[in-house]
């Protein structure tokens, strides 16, 4: 059965600081790696994905993703963080057509 | 730029009521799904939905769960009697191809 882990519930970084945050999966194929964002109140926003091909995908907001199957992890990254950014972000895993698998989510809060 | 919608944002009802939960997918795609997500914990796969049948479902959704397309623009998720456990905020989400899920603002229901 496929499923992810997030190991930090909460993080908090100085506004300007740079950040990653963890995701570990376990999938028996390749998988479909996702990560969503959910400000408080709101849905879940795609910032980036990865199918295949290069290790390293961007996205929105300035973020970016690294993949390494060897490590079955996803973590995302930002440079530079701004206060906007304060937020639960959520990794998933899936398959074409099929169900999302999430993990946990991590909140971030950012100090100014 | 075109997004998944949902109403009610809010829903209260008592137990054993009959709720219907609204969604409008992005209008090309193909791939509707529900996930659900109790306060504080993950959120859940429910049901995919796809060339009008379901396509796969989760243990979650059982007999008390039920989705339909009614119309070309419409996607239902009706709970037909309540329970204090289905409590949560409701997503929709559409793909055009089952690969990228785009999520809506959520339902929060409450069951009192």
């Known amino acids: 059965a496929q499923s992810v882990t997030q190991p930090d519930i909460h993080i908090t970084v100085s506004e300007g600081a740079s950040l990653e945050l963890r995701c570990n999966y376990s999938?028996?194929?390749?998988?479909?790696l996702f990560w969503y964002v959910q400000s408080p109140g709101q849905g879940l926003q795609l910032l980036l994905k990865?199918?295949?091909?290069?290790?390293l995908v961007q996205g929105i907001k300035g973020f970016e993703a690294e993949f390494k199957r060897s490590q079955s992890s996803f973590n995302l990254r930002k440079p530079s963080v701004h206060w906007s950014d304060a937020a639960e972000y959520f990794c998933?895993?899936?398959?074409?057509?099929?169900?999302?698998?999430f993990g946990g989510g991590t909140r971030l809060m950012v100090k100014p | 730029e075109p997004e998944v919608t949902q109403t009610p944002s809010h829903q209260v009802t008592q137990m054993g009521q009959e709720v219907i939960l609204r969604c409008v997918p992005i209008?090309?795609?193909?791939?509707f799904y529900w996930y659900r997500q109790i306060l504080g914990q993950k959120v859940e796969f429910l049901v995919s939905?796809?060339?009008?049948?379901?396509?796969?479902k989760s243990e979650i959704f059982d007999d008390q769960f039920s989705v339909e397309r009614p119309d070309g623009s419409n996607f239902t998720l009706k709970i037909r009697s309540t329970k204090l456990e289905d409590s949560a905020m409701y997503f929709c989400?559409?793909?055009?191809?089952?690969?990228?899920?785009?999520f809506g603002p959520g339902t929060r229901l409450l069951v009192l």
């Open positions: 998933a895993v899936g398959d074409a057509g099929n169900m999302l698998t």
């Open positions: 939905f796809y060339n009008n049948e379901i396509s796969e």
């Open positions: 989400a559409s793909s055009a191809n089952g690969e990228t899920q785009y």
């Open positions: 990865h199918f295949s091909g290069d290790t």
């Open positions: 999938y028996g194929a390749t998988p479909y």
């Open positions: 209008s090309n795609h193909l791939y």
